[in-house]
């Protein structure tokens, strides 16, 4: 299988970047979707529904990994709208379940909405790599307004949708 340069996925992280945006300009919303790159490409759209609950999230994850595994993938790309905060801001008190300590992004006063974009690539020249990429927005009535954009350290990110790719 040809794994892609380290160019090649900046080049089409960008584009993937640049018609997302314009995706959740014009529909007002970006339904989820992964790009799984392997022998063909694979484009995966994801209801809502799947996203609702944390054992759909949990089972939704498990089954990339299984995808990606066994279609020996080399690169995957995340793109869904997402509530997050921004490290240091991570806010802690009353849980859902009524007790203490980290609140969920969507349920910390801090939050902000995101189009959100993760990748992992096991790239020709440069090995694995990987990153991710907030565009911030906010609604005024109809209009999505485009707020500043937000790149975690790298590495910061932690979660169920991270780590899709095995390390060679």
Do not use: C
């Not at 609140?103 to 189009?115: G, I, Q, W, Y």
Request: glycine share 8%; hydrophobic share 40%.
């Amino acid at each position: 299988m040809t794994r892609m340069t380290k160019a090649e996925v900046e080049k089409m992280v960008a584009e993937t970047k640049a018609l997302a945006v314009e995706t959740l300009q014009r529909d007002g919303h970006h339904m989820a979707l992964m790009i799984v790159e392997a022998d063909e490409r694979i484009v995966l759209g994801i209801d809502g529904p799947i996203l609702a609950t944390d054992e759909s999230k949990d089972r939704l994850a498990e089954q990339v990994r299984e995808l990606t595994a066994r279609t020996d993938a080399t690169g995957i790309i995340f793109i869904t709208e997402t509530w997050f905060v921004r490290h240091g801001n991570v806010n802690y008190g009353v849980d859902e379940d009524g007790e203490p300590g980290f609140l969920r992004p969507k349920n910390d006063p801090h939050r902000e909405e995101s189009l959100h974009i993760r990748w992992e690539f096991k790239t020709s020249d440069a090995g694995y790599i990987a990153g991710a990429w907030h565009q911030v927005f906010h609604h005024e009535g109809e209009a999505i307004i485009l707020d500043d954009t937000w790149e975690p350290p790298q590495g910061a990110e932690t979660g169920r949708f991270v780590g899709f790719l095995p390390r060679d």
